[in-house]
């Protein structure tokens, strides 16, 4: 076993990474230790990512133990970049963390200053200069062509900048080049955020946090106008709301939710807020309370501004619309359906039950008219999947069923009607797939069935296997 | 004796009374009828729309027809191309086949205006149904909960009664593998299938219910034999089939078929 990591006393002390755990022990009897979990380091720095949500919607990893924030446009808000960062440190120190962090012009060279010097914030002026001071470890490449470099006599990354590029990607490789660009900031390498960035967002800082449950639902109700005001304005509603609250304690708790409308008034949300809250596994706990709370629009979506007529039935599609919100935030988008019609043969296949949410802003899908009208129904009300075996007795080898037993019930058939032959879509299933023939069946009760024989008799099937599929009506 | 009345108590009662007369005429309780004439008359105006309709299937087998008859009744008491909420629990749907849409248009019902909810529990149907019922937007609330849950019991029936009664969306319980027990619908039938007029060439015909009306809060209860005529939406009543489809086992006395006498 060998140290991954160390603390600061351990470090001073002289222990160092990747050393044998025995020798460590050698060296201190009474070595305090702890088993490396980089699933929870993991953890731990994704709820970092989601509190440094505070500072920029624009947070991305940095490695396993890093983060990357891009704080254009919002450094105004907090002072200047110093009380930014000073910021930062405080808080981050009062959970506990200790932070190393450096703001320059650039991603690369804001990695390089944090994890290779003091760090500090490096004004773009400054920004040559000191990256040349670097020492050549902060270029990060393989070992293989840092010893090369050093056995060149290059100390700082100064005294590889001034080399011509065509050799140095000879003879090092086209990475170390990439790396020299990136950190000069001639390359530009945007970061990839963790969260979708919002449409339009809103948020309250509260200088004394909120703990009790009414105030912070006026702050939100207050957010939620401001939200809407903003969407107004742009002539949007929003599809996809998420409200944020940052705990005190570093905590940050996300609530979604979807509509199938684009929401555009605070009443409306605040509906499908509430129960959004009611289903939640674990309940919002505000513990020591909230300082940050935030509504974004995650996704917006242009209104349609209707105006109401004397006609009822606008007013009563909205109403159904907010129906089938309701219930799919409390049961789940997938389990409030609308039948869309799929062009196939295959009975199971020829409908696809779509979440009526994403559906519910498209003009509905049209269903084609019965084929035969004035006759009786040619499919059944009901659909057994998978479809239940039964056992037949046939009249004829290559007819319909003179009876059957279904779940230890015995029907004599008095009607039938077939067979309508299905064939298997070679396109898509395996080669084992079997021709269907379906039969409508009446028993002498009355009771009316949909069933097949799986297979022919002619292509060697022996037994073929026969099935219910559906029910009549 | 003199037994002294205080008048003006009395028509304070008497005003009170016809009051609510007065309120429950201008409520919106319109009926829907099943397009024939004979079992029309016997409801008198028919079936009451806001309100909530129980519907049975007899045994397992039967599960279609009685789907099939809720089908009917919702299609009878709703305007066209309003949306028609379903709310089935995941059981039902695995012991009696799931909802199929394309048969469904076969009965004269357009897919479109459907929109079918998957509850896991029976507490999450009766919850979607008071929801779905509140709104007045829905032409027909189609419940579907499986066998006799505890949660269906007198009060949360006389909860969607009332949610329907004020909305006048109405409701249609569908109770597959359950048995009746005392509750607020206003009316409850039990479902069996009956046998069909063959359309030629020894094919089933169209649907055909034995249905009968085992409670009616509001009137005669009754029995009948229903064809459902998809194209024009209407129920007609026919004749049972006599009995010569069966034919007689040698051994035993004829009998008659039992689902056609109830």
């Known amino acids: 076993m060998r140290l991954t990591a160390l603390d600061e006393r351990a470090a001073k002390a002289g222990l160092f990474k990747t050393m044998a755990l025995t020798d460590a022990r050698a060296q201190f009897e009474n070595l305090d230790i702890a088993f490396a979990s980089p699933r929870k380091d993991a953890a731990l720095l994704e709820k970092l990512a989601d509190w440094c949500d505070r500072y920029t919607p624009l947070v991305a990893l940095d490695g396993a133990d890093g983060l990357m924030l891009d704080i254009t446009g919002c450094v105004h808000l907090f002072g200047d970049e110093h009380q930014l960062r000073r910021d930062i440190h405080q808080r981050l120190s009062q959970h506990g963390v200790v932070v190393r962090s450096a703001i320059t012009g650039n991603a690369a060279a804001a990695h390089a200053f944090a994890r290779h010097s003091a760090g500090d914030v490096i004004e773009d002026s400054a920004l040559t200069q000191k990256l ?7 270029l990060e490449i393989e070992d293989v062509h840092l010893a090369g470099l050093k056995r060149a006599g290059l100390r700082t990354i100064g005294d590889v900048e001034v080399l011509p590029r065509a050799a140095l990607a000879a003879r090092f490789g086209a990475g170390l080049v990439e790396r020299l660009d990136a ?24 200088a004394e946090p909120l703990i009790v449950m009414d105030s912070v639902e006026r702050v939100l109700h207050a957010l939620g106008d401001e939200l809407f005001r903003q969407l107004q304005q742009r002539v949007e509603g929003a599809r996809e709301v998420e409200a944020s609250f940052f705990r005190v304690d570093g905590e940050v708790r996300r609530i979604g939710i979807q ?59 909205e109403e159904i619309g907010g129906l089938i919100d309701r219930l799919s935030i409390r049961l789940g988008t997938g389990r409030v359906l609308r039948p869309h019609p799929v062009d196939t043969h295959i009975p199971e296949r020829a409908v696809s039950l779509e979440p009526a949410v994403h559906t519910a802003a498209n003009p509905p899908v049209e269903w084609a008219p019965v084929q035969h009208p004035g006759e009786p129904p040619e499919r059944p009300v009901r659909l057994f999947q998978p479809p239940e075996q039964i056992e037949t007795t046939a009249g004829i080898p290559d007819g319909a069923p003179a009876q059957f037993v279904w779940r230890r019930v015995r029907h ?36 009316r069935f949909w069933v097949f024989r799986e297979g022919l008799y002619e292509r060697g099937q022996t037994t073929p296997r026969w099935y219910l599929h559906g029910l009549f009506a | 004796m003199v037994t ?50 129980e519907v049975f299937a007899a045994q397992m087998h039967d599960a279609g027809a009685a789907t099939g008859f809720v089908i009917a009744l919702a299609l009878r008491s709703s305007s066209d191309q309003s949306p028609i909420v379903w709310l089935e629990e995941d059981f039902a749907a695995q012991e009696h086949g799931f909802p199929y849409a394309p048969g469904l248009n076969h009965l004269g019902l357009d897919p479109q205006r459907l929109v079918i909810v998957r509850c896991s ?65 206003v009316t409850r039938w039990m479902i069996r299938s009956n046998a069909s007029r063959s359309s030629g060439a020894n094919a089933p015909g169209h649907p055909v219910f034995d249905a009968t009306l085992i409670r009616n809060r509001q009137g005669m209860t009754g029995h ?5 005529e998809s194209d024009n939406h209407v129920f007609r009543q026919i004749e049972p089939v006599s009995g010569a489809v069966v034919s007689t086992p040698a051994h035993r006395p004829p009998q008659t078929r039992k689902s056609a006498t109830g």
């Not at chain 2, 016809?18 to 397009?35: D, I, K, V």
């Open chain 1, 132 to 138: 040349r001071r670097l020492r050549l470890v902060s």
């Open chain 1, 183 to 206: 950190l000069f900031g001639y390359a530009h390498h945007p970061i990839s955020p963790r969260c979708v960035v919002p449409a339009c967002m809103v948020e309250r800082r509260m």
């Open chain 1, 259 to 317: 509509a199938g409308r684009p929401l555009t008034d605070t009443k409306t949300l605040f509906r499908l807020l509430k129960e959004r809250l009611s289903t939640l596994a674990e309940p919002l706990d505000a513990g020591y309370g909230f300082d940050i709370i935030r509504l974004a629009a995650v996704r917006a979506e242009r209104t349609q501004t209707i105006q109401k007529s004397l006609d009822s039935t606008v007013q009563e599609t």
């Open chain 1, 412 to 447: 004599t058939i008095v009607l039938a009607e077939g067979p309508e032959r299905i064939a298997p879509e070679w396109w898509r299933e395996h080669a084992g797939a079997l021709t269907r023939d379906y039969y409508r069946l009446e028993d002498n009760r009355g009771h």
């Open chain 2, 4 to 53: 002294t009345v205080n008048l003006t108590a009395l028509r304070r009662d008497i005003a009170s009374l016809s009051e609510r007369n007065a309120l429950e005429a201008q409520a919106p309780r319109s009926a829907f009828g099943f397009g024939d004439r004979s079992i029309d008359k016997v409801l008198g105006k028919g079936l009451q729309r806001g309100a909530l309709h």
């Open chain 2, 121 to 185: 529990s029976p507490q999450d149907v009766l919850k979607a149904a008071s929801d779905s019922l509140g709104i007045r937007g829905t032409g027909a609330v189609i419940i579907a909960p499986w066998s006799n849950p505890k949660c269906l019991d007198l009060t949360a029936t006389r909860k969607l009664l009332l949610t329907a009664q004020q909305t006048g969306v109405p409701a249609f319980l569908l109770r597959l593998g359950a048995i009746p027990i005392d509750n607020s619908a």
């Open chain 2, 224 to 228: 009948w034999i229903l064809q459902w």
